[in-house]
Nanobody, 123 residues
Framework: QVQLVESGGGLVRAGGSLSVSCAVS????????MGWYRQAPGKQRELVAT???????NYADSVKGRFTISRDNTKSTVALQMNSLKPEDTAVYYCNARISTHQGFRIRAEDYWGQGTQVTVSA
C-alpha cells in the first residue's frame, strides 16, 4: 500500500557530488519526519539527516556542511544532496518517513523504509 521508492544512487569520485531522492506513494493521510540513514558493509545502520514536516533539519556530525536534506511536501518527496563525498560515505542509503494512514476512521502513524540505494565513492 504505502511505498517509499528511492533513486539516484551510483558511483562517484571522491570530492564529487551525488543526489538521492525518495518518493512516497500510496494512501497517505500525512507525512511527518523524514530522513536518510545509511549502512556500510559489516556496520550498523546510522542516521545521516532528518527533516521535520516544518523543515527543521538535523545532521550527523560526519556529514554536516557537506550534505543537505530537503523535502517537497506537495510532491511527498525527500532528497539528500551530497557534496564533497568521501570514500567513507560509501553505503546503502535508506529513506525513512513517519507516515500517518487511515485505519478505519482512526489515524495511525508508523515508520516506513525505502528499499535502499547504493552510493559508492571511489578514492
Amino acid at each position: 500500500q504505502v511505498q517509499l521508492v528511492e533513486s539516484g544512487g551510483g558511483l562517484v569520485r571522491a570530492g564529487g557530488s551525488l543526489s538521492v531522492s525518495c518518493a512516497v506513494s500510496g494512501s497517505v493521510f500525512s507525512i511527518g519526519d523524514m530522513g536518510w540513514y545509511r549502512q556500510a558493509p559489516g556496520k550498523q545502520r546510522e542516521l545521516v539527516a532528518t527533516i521535520t514536516s516544518a523543515g527543521r533539519t538535523n545532521y550527523a556530525d560526519s556529514v554536516k556542511g557537506r550534505f543537505t536534506i530537503s523535502r517537497d511536501n506537495t510532491k511527498s518527496t525527500v532528497a539528500l544532496q551530497m557534496n564533497s563525498l568521501k570514500p567513507e560515505d560509501t553505503a546503502v542509503y535508506y529513506c525513512n518517513a513517519r507516515i500517518s494512514t487511515h485505519q478505519g476512521f482512526r489515524i495511525r502513524a508508523e515508520d516506513y523504509w525505502g528499499q535502499g540505494t547504493q552510493v559508492t565513492v571511489s578514492a
